[in-house]
């Protein structure tokens, strides 16, 4: 396989199958032999119409345990050349991989999408609220995890070298939303040649993170995310 593209999904019946035709047709009209894992934890029918599609690689279950650990179960299962992922509802389309492989064939281990650069077109914004948050969180997670260089770490379109995936999470340990903060400080602890690429993004104004819990778990995480890294 060229490629293996994880799609990490959360109760994503009416995205799914039209974000697997997409990248499938992407893939072929490429001339790329691609593997599609689908991480699909929830309790509706998201898991079952992803099964429908021939060759379509279905993990999850109905509790919900993580993004994190979703794409890291992927990996495990991921044979391609190229291991990444993309979120299930396209809020990055597909296309934005022309600007990947050949970042990937020359010498760079890790390509990840970013919204910060200045080429990036965000064609729908996010509400005034979570921008602002978005920008605290970056202080914060400089303050206390470094990620030296990188201006947008969560940005869901992420793609790694078959070794440097396997490699990334076979360490990794964060479930939740946290995890691409880890796997970069991981990556960068580890020496590996990251580049940051503009992207097109879309907010599609459906946000599955709790605001209070789930940004007092962020917290938490952050900060065992520094433990854990400079136990490496």
Not at 77 to 106: C, H, Q, S, T, Y
Not at 140 to 168: E, M, N, T, Y
């Amino acid at each position: 396989m060229d490629i293996s593209l994880i799609l990490p999904a959360y109760n994503e019946e009416k995205t799914i199958v039209n974000t697997i035709v997409e990248a499938r047709a992407y893939f072929e009209s490429r001339g790329l032999a691609a593997q599609l894992i689908v991480a699909a934890d929830g309790k509706d029918r998201t898991r079952d119409l992803a099964r429908e599609i021939p060759g379509v690689v279905v993990i999850g279950s109905p509790e919900r345990s993580g993004k994190g650990k979703g794409i890291r179960l992927g990996v495990e299962r991921a044979v391609g050349k190229i291991i990444g992922f993309a979120d299930a509802d396209n809020k990055v389309p597909i296309e934005e991989f022309d600007r990947f492989l050949p970042l990937l064939r020359e010498d760079h281990d890790v390509v990840i999408g970013s919204r910060a650069q200045t080429q990036s077109k965000i064609e729908k914004k996010q509400p005034f609220y979570r921008q602002l948050g978005s920008k605290g969180f970056y202080v914060f997670v400089k303050a206390v995890v470094g990620l030296p260089g990188i201006r947008d770490s969560q940005c869901g379109f992420k793609f790694f070298r078959h070794d440097w995936a396997k490699k990334v999470f076979g360490l990794q340990k964060i479930d939740g939303y946290m995890y691409d903060v880890e796997i970069l400080a991981i990556a960068q602890k580890l020496g590996a040649r990251v580049a940051q690429v503009p992207i097109r993004w879309r907010d599609d104004a459906d946000s599955r993170l709790e605001l209070v819990a789930g940004n007092i778990q962020n917290v938490k995480d952050i900060f065992r995310i520094r433990s854990l890294v400079r136990e490496l």
